[in-house]
């Protein structure tokens, strides 16, 4: 286990223009804000052909690897922006958690990892319902008993990062690859659907000071995936993955994508991206090259390597050019169960020409993790 305060850490790029495009790169404050006008998020997805009951997909997975994981862009009562990350994830017996508070304004960071075991954990976690509870440590689940599709808590009690977030599934759901799986990830299937501005309450601790959240310019990212092991044993794909929140300037829209980039050793690479513009219609949408350039950054914990930068071109010609604002954001239980989680904002052009700005957080899983 491990906790960081790295203070001293300078950030890398906070300001600036995006690589050779000419736009600029949005700075704090970013002005998170809800969409909390989906009564029932299962209602955005009636109808389509899935594989798997959506009003039951909270629940545990039998036979799969589960995620429940939340990424939540936070306004607080300090007046300071905050991106909390809060992740459960099941592998055969052991169970690994964690969480990490991102001060965005001042760029300090927190986290810890760890791993439970207690076979009783999912217990309450069958037919619709989602109630995961380690030693009043760590909480993520429904906060009402019965069906697990309307609201969800994650919770951690870990001295130094310390949250107790509360959030509505009130936005349309993001269906990874158009009908949110199963699709092919190395040697398993995979389901992931999105939930991407979820309207949020709560608090988290900076510093030993309660924070409260401010809900109108919060929302909260919940991103629930389960894989099925299909083929015979290989270890899982290497990935990049973005979430990120994109505005025009001529368009008074945000378009929230799903950005997936993994290397597998028998199936190569995929790359490709799932959009939800606001109040549209989701596209999927090929990812013509990905590529990292610029300083990385090696974490003393683990010896991974990460990039910081990156440029992402889509299929219609928009080229996004990302970088992370702060570079130790390392999560994770230690050496076995670790990522980055980070914070990043974006500059790009869009297919027309026009300047895109936007944020959101890039998870990098390395090789055999
Ligand atoms: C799922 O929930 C929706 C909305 O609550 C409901 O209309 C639908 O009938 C449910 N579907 C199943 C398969 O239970
Ligand atoms: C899970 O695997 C076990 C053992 O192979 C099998 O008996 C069971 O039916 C499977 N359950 C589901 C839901 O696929
Ligand atoms: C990790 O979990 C174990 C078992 O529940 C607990 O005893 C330990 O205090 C936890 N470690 C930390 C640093 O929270
Ligand atoms: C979760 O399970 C605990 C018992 O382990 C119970 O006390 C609590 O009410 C449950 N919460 C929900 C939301 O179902
Ligand atoms: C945390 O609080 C202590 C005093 O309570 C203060 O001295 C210190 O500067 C604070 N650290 C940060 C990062 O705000
Ligand atoms: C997978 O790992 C390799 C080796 O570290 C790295 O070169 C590659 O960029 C990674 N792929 C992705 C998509 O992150
Ligand atoms: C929900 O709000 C968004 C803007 O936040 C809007 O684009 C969309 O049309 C609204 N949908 C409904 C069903 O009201
Ligand atoms: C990181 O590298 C150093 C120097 O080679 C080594 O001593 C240390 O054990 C490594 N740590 C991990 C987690 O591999
Ligand atoms: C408490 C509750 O609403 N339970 C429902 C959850 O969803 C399943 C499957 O749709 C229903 O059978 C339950 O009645």
């Given at each position: 286990m491990r906790f960081s305060l790295a203070v001293t850490v300078a950030a890398l790029i906070a300001t600036g223009q995006g690589h050779q495009n000419g736009c600029s790169r949005p700075t704090s404050p970013y002005s998170f804000r809800p969409i909390d006008n989906v009564s029932d998020v299962a209602e955005t997805v009636e109808g389509f052909p899935l594989v798997y009951d959506f009003n039951t997909s909270n629940s545990r997975a039998a036979n799969?690897?589960?995620?429940?994981?939340?990424?939540?862009?936070?306004?607080?009562?300090d007046d300071h922006e905050y991106l909390v990350l809060s992740h459960i994830t099941d592998v055969t017996v052991v169970s690994y958690y964690r969480g990490s508070i991102f001060d965005i304004t001042d760029k300090t960071y927190v986290q810890f990892g760890n791993l439970s075991t207690a076979p009783t954990l999912y217990s309450n976690s069958h037919n619709g319902a989602f109630n995961v509870s380690i030693d009043n440590s760590f909480y993520f689940g429904a906060t009402l008993p019965g069906n697990a599709t309307k609201q969800l808590r994650t919770s951690s009690a870990v001295q130094g990062v310390q949250y107790d977030l509360t959030f509505d599934l009130s936005t349309p759901v993001l269906l990874n690859t158009g009908?949110?799986?199963?699709?092919?990830?190395?040697?398993?299937?995979?389901?992931?659907?999105?939930?991407?501005?979820?309207?949020?309450?709560?608090?988290?601790?900076r510093n030993g000071t309660t924070v409260t959240i401010d809900s109108d310019e919060s929302f909260t990212w919940y991103?629930?995936?389960w894989n099925v092991q299909t083929g015979s044993s290989g270890s899982m794909p290497n990935w990049t993955w973005f979430e990120l929140h994109l505005n025009q300037a001529s368009q008074k829209r945000e378009d929230r994508v799903s950005l997936w980039v993994y290397d597998d050793e028998k199936t190569g690479r995929r790359q490709w991206a799932t959009v939800q513009p606001e109040g549209g219609l989701n596209v999927v949408s090929a990812v013509r090259s990905f590529e990292s350039?610029?300083?990385?950054?090696?974490?003393s914990n683990t010896n991974n390597t990460y990039a910081q930068n990156w440029l992402v071109t889509l299929q219609d010609g928009t080229q996004l050019d990302i970088s992370s604002v702060y570079a130790d954001q390392e999560v994770g239980y230690p050496t076995t169960f670790v990522s980055y989680e980070g914070f990043v904002t974006v500059s790009g052009k869009s297919a027309s020409g026009e300047c895109v700005s936007g944020y959101g957080l890039v998870e990098v899983n390395p090789p055999s993790n």
């Open positions: 799969a690897t589960n995620s429940w994981w939340v990424s939540a862009f936070l306004h607080g009562s009908l949110g799986g199963y699709f092919e990830f190395g040697s398993y299937q995979t389901v992931e659907w999105s939930m991407p501005a979820g309207r949020t309450t709560g608090t988290l601790v991103d629930r995936q350039y610029g300083n990385t950054w090696t974490s």
